[in-house]
């Protein structure tokens, strides 16, 4: 759709110039088809999931909806694209494997950038067999280790963006779906958004759960969104894109640096079988205006009677976060 376009005139500030990127935001693909479970994976948590699976979300997640999604996104050629979790049902190997064999058809690892969503951690599960298979998708681009206590915050740069993934991901009791980033998470967050700020990238902070509370319900909620949402008040940053909601949503966040804009898409495969749950996905064009940086959305839905995508709307933002001032 758009090229990296860099001006040859540096900002002011020295900073990266902006010109045109555009990021295409997808979320919640639930794309595993579970089709051989085996039935003894499912003594514990999962027989929830997998129930759930059967009784409806079968019929609402499609595939065919997601190749048409692909179709779109592959004939607009953004410039990047971002999933923020919910790749699977219930985080089993066979899923994490049949996802991995996905992944090459939307994009190469230089392109494509993923997180974890809750139902990708469904229980504690062997980070080798399952989440490290994708890490090419979701390494930092300085990755100097592949464990998984030390994988997120990862860090990528792409054009103008600094693209920060957090994991919200992690198991939760039966009937909780809650996410939770944990002090350690935290505290990397807290200086990457600081470095990045400072070199005046635009920061991106890709994250499965909605950060602020009432986007979605209790159970479904992040645990330790209040200390997110204070590290992102002091620290600053231009765009939030989540999933987890299946629907989508529009938020802010005051911070000192002005208002961020915390942006949800619904599923990915979603056929729509509740109101507002039908497929859409993104593309978040950033560019300079003579009044600064400037984020144009577009949002692409699922037309189910002419079985395409489609634009459904579009809205354009000022981004805060110019001239990031502040010390550790
Ligand atoms: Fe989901």
Excluded at 56 to 62: C, F, G, M, N, S
Excluded at 185 to 209: K, Y
Excluded at 287 to 310: C, H, I, M, N, W
């Amino acid at each position: 759709m758009t090229q990296v376009k860099h001006n040859d005139t540096a900002r002011s500030s020295g900073a990266p110039a902006v010109s045109e990127y555009t990021l295409a935001h997808l979320s919640d693909p639930h794309l595993s088809s579970l089709a051989d479970i085996n039935p003894g994976d499912l003594l514990n948590k999962r027989i929830t999931g997998y129930l759930s699976w059967r009784g409806h979300r079968r019929e609402e997640h499609r595939p065919e909806v997601l190749r048409l999604l692909l179709q779109d996104l592959h004939l607009l050629q953004p410039d990047h694209i971002v999933i923020t979790g919910d790749m699977t049902h219930l985080g089993l190997p066979e899923e994490c494997r049949e996802v991995n064999e996905w992944l090459p058809s939307v994009a190469v690892p230089e392109r494509l950038t993923i997180i974890p969503g809750n139902h990708d951690t469904y229980v504690t599960a062997p980070w080798e067999e399952t989440l490290g298979l994708w890490a090419p998708y979701m390494a930092s681009d300085q990755a100097h280790t592949q464990s998984q206590s030390a994988f997120f915050p990862a860090l990528r740069v792409r054009g103008p963006l600094a693209l920060i993934s957090v994991s919200s991901a992690c198991p939760t009791p039966p009937f909780f779906a809650t996410g939770r980033l944990g002090k350690v998470q935290l505290a990397s967050l807290d200086q990457l958004l600081f470095e990045t700020g400072a070199q005046d990238l635009v920061r991106v902070l890709l994250i499965h759960h909605p950060p602020m509370r009432g986007v979605v319900g209790w159970r479904k909620r992040l645990t330790d969104g209040d200390a997110v949402c204070e590290v992102i008040r002091k620290r600053g940053v231009e765009i939030i894109l989540h999933g987890h909601s299946h629907r989508s949503a529009m938020n802010w966040i005051d911070t000192r640096y002005g208002s961020v804009p915390v942006i949800g898409v619904p599923s990915a495969s979603g056929i729509g079988l509740k109101p507002g749950r039908r497929a859409q996905y993104h593309l978040c064009r950033v560019s300079d205006s003579p009044q600064g940086r400037v984020l144009d959305v577009t949002v692409r839905g699922y037309d189910a009677g002419q079985e395409k995508f489609v634009i459904q709307g579009t809205q354009q933002f000022r981004l805060p976060g110019d001239n990031v001032t502040g010390s550790l």
